[in-house]
């Protein structure tokens, strides 16, 4: 099994910034796609960026990107989601995930609390 710790959440301001890292361990994680993930009170789980395992290939929701920055440090076994010019719509749970590249994503975090105040 992988497991998976999410820190670096936090209350901030509109237009601040905070940086989340997630911490994997029990398998190759070199080999995993990673993703983050959002929910928001009353709204489903939405992803919000996915890096590959080679680091060469990455993907951003519409509503982050140019805001936010994905990557990861293989050496370390973690990925880090750097977000910028921070909104109140950005508060929400923040998930780090794991995947086998083509597959579904597998294993979760417990999650990291986002506020962003107005």
């Known amino acids: 099994q992988v497991q998976l710790v999410e820190s670096g959440g936090g209350l901030v301001q509109a237009g601040g910034s905070l940086r989340l890292s997630c911490a994997a361990s029990?398998?190759?994680?070199?080999?995993?796609?990673m993703g983050w993930f959002r929910q928001a009170p009353g709204k489903e789980r939405d992803v919000i960026s996915i890096i590959t395992w080679t680091g060469t290939g990455t993907y951003y929701a519409d509503s982050v990107k140019g805001r936010f920055m994905i990557s990861r440090d293989n050496a370390k076994n973690t990925v880090y989601l750097q977000m910028n010019s921070l909104k109140p719509e950005d508060t929400a749970v923040y998930l780090c995930a794991a995947r086998q590249p083509g597959l579904q994503f597998q294993y979760w975090g417990q999650g990291t609390q986002v506020t962003v105040s107005s």
């Open positions: 029990g398998r190759t994680f070199s080999t995993y796609d």
